[in-house]
């Protein structure tokens, strides 16, 4: 069974940076595409970054595009999302996302299959 498991989430200050880890234990996610969603209360699921197994190719959203970073270390079996310059609409639960069918990697959360439990980040003074 596919199992993923985010942490890094937290309260963070307007500016400040936090650094989101998604874990595999029951697969290797070199061989997935994996994307970083978020939700905050009363909106919609959003692609935020992900990064495609096939080529490392890199997807961000236009919201965060400068500010997030999405990287793979694939020795800890781990995708970072470091996000800098955080602002208080950044806060939202985080969850990272896993598939392994389409070749490169998309911001679409009903192209992935499998889901960690999400992170809570909250951006605020």
């Known amino acids: 069974q596919v199992q993923l498991v985010e942490s890094g989430g937290g309260l963070v200050q307007p500016g400040g940076s936090l650094r989101l880890s998604c874990a595999a234990s029951?697969?290797?996610?070199?061989?997935?595409?994996i994307g970083w969603f978020r939700q905050a209360p009363g909106k919609e699921r959003e692609g935020v970054s992900c990064?495609?197994?096939?080529?490392?190719?890199?997807y961000y959203a236009d919201s965060v595009k400068g500010r997030f970073t999405i990287s793979r270390d694939n020795a800890k079996n781990t995708v970072y999302l470091q996000m800098n310059s955080l602002k208080p609409e950044d806060t939202a639960v985080y969850y990272c996302?896993?598939?392994?069918?389409?070749?490169?990697?998309?911001?679409?959360?009903?192209?992935?299959?499998?889901w960690g439990q999400g992170t809570q980040v909250t951006v605020s003074s």
């Open positions: 990064i495609s197994s096939s080529d490392g190719s890199t």
């Open positions: 996302a896993a598939n392994n069918v389409h070749i490169y990697c998309s911001g679409n959360y009903y192209e992935y299959d499998y």
């Open positions: 029951t697969f290797t996610l070199d061989y997935y595409n």
